[in-house]
């Protein structure tokens, strides 16, 4: 069986992200590992608390000699517009972790609402990429009542 394993996301600052992601979000550090050998580059997930799915691998942009400055700079400009793509994150309850990461500092782009697929909620990490937190109708919350 093939399952997700790690997820890149593009960052402007990997330890921005890093406080980001376990701070705000409430992520726990899965690695952290930086390799002189390779110009200093640093290692970096994170995934949810207790080892549960997949991790996000908070990469830094790449600059040259690895990529042309050009690349870099258009790497850079689309993370900052949210066109970097999405990570979507499911929740059993919507509106409790909304009010939990707001109350942590997460500035949301969008309330939570119904959607056809669910409640949905949109925020944003330091770097610009959209942050999707979903709950399905096959997710029920705690209590079993309907949000």
Same mark, same amino acid.
Do not use: C, K
């Given at each position: 069986?093939?399952d997700?394993?790690?997820?890149?996301?593009?960052?402007?600052?990997?330890?921005?992200?890093?406080?980001?992601?376990?701070?705000?979000?409430?992520?726990?550090? $899965?690695?952290?590992?930086?390799f002189?050998?390779?110009?200093?580059? $640093?290692?970096?997930?994170?995934?949810?608390?207790?080892?549960?799915?997949?991790?996000?691998v908070?990469?830094?942009?790449?600059?040259?000699?690895?990529?042309? $400055?050009?690349?870099?700079?258009?790497?850079?400009e689309?993370?900052?517009?949210?066109?970097?793509?999405?990570?979507?994150?499911?929740?059993?309850?919507? $509106?409790?972790?909304?009010?939990?990461?707001?109350?942590?500092?997460?500035?949301?782009?969008e309330?939570?609402?119904?959607?056809?697929?669910?409640?949905?909620?949109?925020f944003?990490?330091?770097?610009?990429?959209q942050?999707?937190?979903?709950?399905?109708?096959?997710?029920?919350?705690p209590?079993?009542?309907?949000?």
């Amino acid at each position: 069986m093939i399952d997700v394993h790690r997820v890149n996301v593009w960052v402007h600052d990997q330890q921005a992200a890093l406080e980001f992601w376990t701070a705000a979000v409430g992520f726990e550090l $899965r690695a952290d590992a930086t390799f002189p050998e390779l110009g200093g580059f $640093r290692w970096l997930t994170v995934g949810p608390p207790g080892g549960r799915g997949p991790e996000l691998v908070l990469m830094a942009i790449p600059e040259p000699p690895v990529v042309t $400055r050009a690349q870099s700079d258009l790497i850079r400009e689309v993370t900052a517009q949210g066109l970097a793509g999405a990570v979507y994150l499911a929740t059993d309850d919507v $509106r409790r972790d909304h009010a939990l990461l707001a109350a942590r500092g997460v500035e949301f782009t969008e309330e939570p609402e119904a959607r056809p697929y669910g409640l949905d909620a949109g925020f944003r990490d330091p770097s610009g990429n959209q942050i999707r937190l979903t709950q399905t109708p096959t997710q029920t919350p705690p209590d079993g009542a309907p949000r």
